[in-house]
């Protein structure tokens, strides 16, 4: 299996069902820190759900429609980033993150969507990435700001999470906006 490097003790994998022990595993684990912005936090407490949802993202990666990456520190998982969506007929991507408690303030989300930017501008002619946030998730929106991206403007009340209706952010990144980089 491949890896990409983040820092000397990090990295960014692909994450597929045969993983969904591991997955239940850390999401049991970070449950507390990770439920109040996700909603599959909630749903996902078992090995079968786990795999159940490690099996949608290997189908989606199949039909070229979504994709799922874990984040490793020292071997072990602390988080991931993930292609919620990927219309490549539109040329539009939207990139969703988590991370443990103990592995924030590393830079390893940043890190990590550089890449997953840069994959999808380069290599697959993507024109826009998308990332989507409620307002009140700061750490997710310095994350946006970090990479340069714009926030548009708000979708009110536009999420159901917890039997709330949240607002959310878009915040996006278009190709010409991508730093060009040689080498």
Do not use: K
């Amino acid at each position: 299996m491949f890896s990409l490097p983040l820092t000397d003790r990090a990295s960014l994998h692909p994450l597929e069902p045969w993983q969904a022990e591991e997955f239940a595993a850390f999401v049991e684990r970070a449950r507390p820190h990770l439920a109040p912005w996700l909603p599959w936090a909630r749903s996902i407490t078992d090995v079968a759900g786990a795999r159940g949802f490690l099996t949608r993202y290997a189908d989606g990666q199949a039909g070229d429609i979504r994709r799922i990456y874990a984040i490793r520190s020292d071997g072990e998982m602390v988080g991931g980033t993930l292609f919620r969506v990927f219309d490549v007929d539109q040329g539009v991507c939207e990139i969703g993150v988590w991370l443990a408690p103990e592995a924030s303030g590393q830079g390893l989300v940043t890190r990590a969507v550089r890449i997953m930017i840069d994959w999808a501008f380069r290599d697959r002619g993507m024109h826009r990435v998308e990332w989507r946030v409620v307002p009140h998730n700061e750490p997710s929106r310095a994350v946006a700001r970090r990479l340069g991206m714009t926030r548009e403007g708000v979708l009110r009340q536009s999420f159901l999470f917890g039997g709330e209706r949240l607002d959310v952010e878009v915040w996006s990144l278009l190709a010409p906006e991508w730093p060009v980089t040689t080498g």
